[in-house]
């Protein structure tokens, strides 16, 4: 709505009855008319002006087409024909912002000087305009309520100085001469309006030209060194910036010793006042325990920079953890543009929502990357960390981010950092480990990760188990887990000019009864210098250009590309697959092992030596085959007529439970350096469909990784098909899996304690059908041996300081006793699983008992030493009478059958069997095909067939 509003007496009657208008009334509302015409006044000169201007509203402010405005641009009031003084006038906010005398406007270079309390000094301003223009200025009773609301604010800003006088900075820098702005749009390549241009501190944009600046100056002196001292009339305050030669040639405005002047003074200004603070972080560390306000934060942070993400509470004295997320980045851009809130506090902002995200906004942005592996490549992880505004100084460790020079630690850490890098780069090309501690539960960022259904991992899990590191099936597996990669090129971004509404005002004087004019200077709200510095960064940095290339050529990024520099940059973090789990985690790389071959395991196996051989020399075999067809590509050559068919090499091995059918499967693949791949029926499913898909996955993922596969317990899968409704669903389920079976190329072992109950196609398929007896008296006694060194040899390579005493002696003798009279029995006899479980148990009550004793003569003597744990006999003899009552417990359950006679019984196993010809079987003579029962006393115990076992062991 436009017009006059006139303010009448009888308006004023009507909303105020009882009062009576005096002549000072009168006055005020005839100086509040002549205020509302002035207003309109500058309003029709502003549209008019802006017209020319070409000006744009863009999202809540005003985006100056200078390339349009020209000279036109200039607001009312402002002129480019003053003679400008070459120097820089210091100002707090209020002389900032109001011109009290031609002088005043006359310099050069305005520079805003401030503290902490620069937002008051604002707000100050603000309500001392807010006020005026309420009171008027016309009338003299106006005019003395002016001139007490000027003083009260000049003594306000008197007091705000005094208060922030021992710690202030250069907030703005405004460039006024015209020569000057010519000079620094031309090095910018540019065409700018002669209007004022104010920058913001850190002056990023002044600073990058500086060097251009600095050369034209250079040139301008040159060539005015040779001039007569004649040319110069003005006198040695004011430079003329409108002048001519003596043969009449009018000058260029910048190239004139009026405008030698002016640069000089600005480059002085510059080297002197600027320059210092923005490399004053250059050559600091972490032994200055530096401060840095909120301004200077893009002097701190540099493309090419390591910056060091802390925990939280760290500084506080807590540990570090690699694990908590990446502790290193690389600074690549920063972006400082949203640090034009300061042209106004951030409470009166008018432009902010120009941004892209009205939140981010406020924030100084650092734009971060570390290298990370796709499973085919290496790329970089970018991510961007935020820094909120706060006011004053605060110390550079206590930030979000700093760069790690500034941490006491950093050389230690970066070398921590770079052998992570270098283990990480040998387990993706090993793959094969052995892992014992927690799993990684956070994303390089520092967020919480996801499992493979995308459930949010809030407790780590203790893994202890081989795995198979393997980025590229993990992230098969689980998606969630690929790194976002990026690519990193050149950006250029468009360049934005805006008028800072907070206007310069021209008084009458400092009383401020009059008010002249106005202008609204310049604010390079946005002018590409951060891409600048981020565009050098990408095309210098070796690796960035070698991402960029290889993307281009469609190449893959491999570690040759990978120096140093980038190692530190790696998270400890690898994607592997647990094969005790059976399923894909993320660990911790500096707590894997390499896996490598052991030929002492094939040693210890306490098995035949001619099943030894048969068993290692096939599996090698079948090895070398395959690393022949990988090598020379001669594949499809089988026995079998349909490609691809009978290529794998199954292994059965069926006998009693505890005399090594899985530790053979074990030690083979620890002979060959391979992974055992161990499955049971759970893992596998219960319906077809699941059991083929499920077999489909572990059988690819075996020959991916030359696995040595272990099927336990396989009778649960391979028993006999049989007719009928109720055996449709397991009878499929046999069918599946023979079908999978028959195509697959890798190595499989079977293991069964019910070798009666497999499927007849099942025992076809098979290569080898190994019997394990039950252990012979020798077998048991290296077992037991062999347990004893083991033990001993834990005990020395404990970090506990009691040591552990065994009397081997007395053990193998209890060892020899006790089999004996088990074998006489039939009853009781340790298995390799048992004796196994037996030595744990007495070992721990060893060291109970020890540490019980010691208590108690601690308590009577505290100097003496601990005491060593002995490994006595009486442990285990405690162990056999806890078994042998089992026994006889179980015995009584089932009549007085052990579980011999109760696995023949079922038709599971004949552990009475024996390769000898000439031994005949009571269960099953020679001469009739007729199962029958053993025939047994009137006591209810067996022949002495079947208990001694030494004839056939």
């Known amino acids: ?500 509404d907070f206007t310069i005002r021209w008084w009458s004087g400092k009383d401020r009864t009059k008010l002249l004019r106005e202008t609204r200077e310049i604010i390079p709200y946005r002018t590409g210098v951060h891409h600048l510095k981020r565009n050098k960064f990408v095309l210098e940095d070796p690796f960035l250009v070698a991402v960029a290339r290889n993307h281009q050529r469609r190449q893959l990024t491999t570690k040759q590309f990978l120096r140093r520099e980038e190692k530190v940059l790696m998270y400890c973090r690898v994607f592997a697959y647990v094969f005790q789990e059976r399923k894909f985690a993320q660990l911790d790389v500096s707590r894997l092992t390499l896996s490598a071959r052991n030929l002492d395991a094939l040693e210890a196996l306490k098995i035949s030596p001619v099943t030894k051989k048969l068993i290692q020399g096939s599996v090698r075999g079948h090895f070398l085959q395959k690393e022949t067809e990988g090598k020379y590509g001669e594949e499809g050559l089988s026995l079998d007529v349909i490609q691809g068919k009978g290529t794998g090499l199954f292994i059965l091995l069926h006998g009693v439970p505890g005399v090594g059918k899985t530790a053979t499967a074990e030690s083979i693949a620890l002979a060959n350096g391979k992974p055992l791949f161990k499955i049971t029926c759970g893992d596998i499913g219960l319906t077809p469909d699941q059991v083929e898909a499920s077999l489909r996955a572990i059988f690819r993922l075996a020959s991916i990784w030359d696995c040595i596969l272990l099927i336990d317990e396989v009778d649960t899968f391979f028993s006999q098909r049989s007719k009928g409704d109720s055996a449709i669903t397991k009878n499929a389920l046999v069918s599946v899996f023979l079908r999978v079976l028959d195509y697959y190329t890798g190595i499989l072992f079977l293991t069964t304690n019910r070798s009666g109950a497999l499927d007849e196609a099942f025992k076809s398929r098979i290569h080898y059908k190994i019997y394990y007896p039950p252990l012979t008296k020798d077998q048991a006694l290296d077992i037991w041996k062999l347990n004893i060194q083991r033990l001993r040899h834990i005990s020395e390579q404990s970090k506990e300081k009691r040591p552990l005493q065994i009397f081997d002696t007395d053990v193998l003798d209890f060892a020899e006793i006790q089999f004996d009279d088990c074998h006489r029995r039939g009853i009781g006899q340790w298995n390799g699983r048992q004796i196994r479980n037996a030595f744990q148990v007495a070992r721990s009550l060893a060291y109970y008992d020890a540490l019980t004793e010691g208590d108690q003569m601690r308590d009577t003597d505290t100097n003496k030493p601990d005491r060593a744990a002995v490994l006595d006999v009486k442990y285990f003899r405690m162990m056999h009478d806890i078994t042998e009552s089992f026994d006889h417990y179980m015995l009584e359950v089932f009549s007085g059958m052990n579980d011999r006679d109760l696995a023949l019984e079922m038709e599971h196993r004949a552990d009475h069997w024996t390769s000898d010809r000439s031994y005949r079987s009571p269960a099953f003579p020679l001469s009739s095909r007729k199962f029958t029962t053993p025939p047994t006393e009137s006591n209810g115990t067996t022949f002495e067939c079947w208990i001694r076992r030494e004839e056939y062991g």
């Open 1 to 500: 709505m436009r017009g006059v509003v006139q303010f009448e007496a009888a308006s004023f009657r009507r909303f105020h009855p009882m009062e009576t208008i005096n002549s000072e009334d009168n006055a005020v509302i005839s100086d509040l008319q002549e205020q509302v015409k002035r207003l309109e006044t500058r309003l029709a000169g502003v549209e008019s002006h802006s017209k020319a201007d070409s000006v744009n509203e863009i999202s809540g402010f005003m985006e100056v087409d200078e390339a349009s405005s020209g000279a036109h641009g200039a607001d009312i009031g402002y002129s480019t024909n003053l003679n400008y003084i070459p120097g820089v006038r210091i100002c707090n906010f209020m002389e900032f912002k109001n011109r009290f005398s031609d002088d005043d406007a006359r310099y050069a270079v305005d520079v805003l000087v401030s503290g902490a309390l620069f937002e008051q000094e604002y707000l100050e301003e603000q309500g001392l305009r807010d006020r005026l223009f309420e009171h008027g200025s016309n009338h003299r009773a106006a005019k003395r309520r002016a001139e007490a609301l000027v003083n009260e604010t000049n003594r306000s800003n008197d007091a705000l100085r005094n208060d922030q006088s021992d710690r202030t900075w250069i907030r703005r820098i405004r460039l006024q001469a015209p020569a000057l702005l010519q000079i620094l749009a031309k090095v910018q390549g540019e065409t700018w309006s002669p209007r004022p241009r104010t920058y913001d501190r850190p002056f990023c944009t002044l600073l990058e030209f500086h060097p251009q600046v600095k050369q034209a100056l250079a040139e301008l002196e040159e060539k005015w060194a040779t001039q007569s001292e004649g040319h110069n009339t003005s006198s040695p305050g004011m430079m003329p910036q409108d002048h001519t030669h003596e043969h009449g040639e009018e000058d260029s405005i910048d190239d004139s010793q009026a405008t030698l002047a002016i640069l000089q003074s600005y480059v002085d200004f510059i080297d002197k006042e600027v320059l210092p603070g923005s490399r004053q972080f250059e050559s600091l560390d972490y032994s200055t325990d530096e401060k840095i306000i909120f301004s200077d934060l893009c002097y701190l942070f540099k493309p090419g920079e390591y910056i060091y993400r802390p925990l939280e509470g760290e500084q506080s004295g807590e540990g570090r953890d690699h694990r908590m997320g990446q502790r290193i980045w690389r600074v690549f851009f920063v972006n400082d543009a949203v640090r034009n809130y300061n042209l106004t506090p951030p409470d009166h902002r008018r432009y902010s929502s120009y941004e892209p995200s009205e939140d981010d906004s406020i924030y100084f942005t650092i734009h971060a990357y570390h290298v990370d592996y796709t499973g085919d490549e290496f790329c970089l992880v970018t991510h961007i960390f935020k820094i909120s505004p706060y006011e004053g100084w605060k110390p550079i460790t206590t930030l979000p981010v700093y760069p790690i020079r500034f941490d006491p630690g950093h050389e230690v850490y970066l070398e921590t950092s770079r052998r992570i890098g270098d283990q990480v780069l040998r387990f993706i090309e090993s793959k094969h480990a052995f892992y014992n501690a927690w799993s990684v539960m956070r994303t390089p960022q520092g967020g919480f990760a996801t499992d493979a259904n995308g459930a949010i991992l809030k407790h780590p899990e203790y893994v202890n188990s081989e795995v198979m590191v393997d980025f590229g099936e993990a992230f098969q597996a689980c998606p969630s887990w690929r790194p976002t990669r990026t690519v990193l090129k050149t950006e250029f971004t468009n360049k934005i000019v805006i008028p800072d």
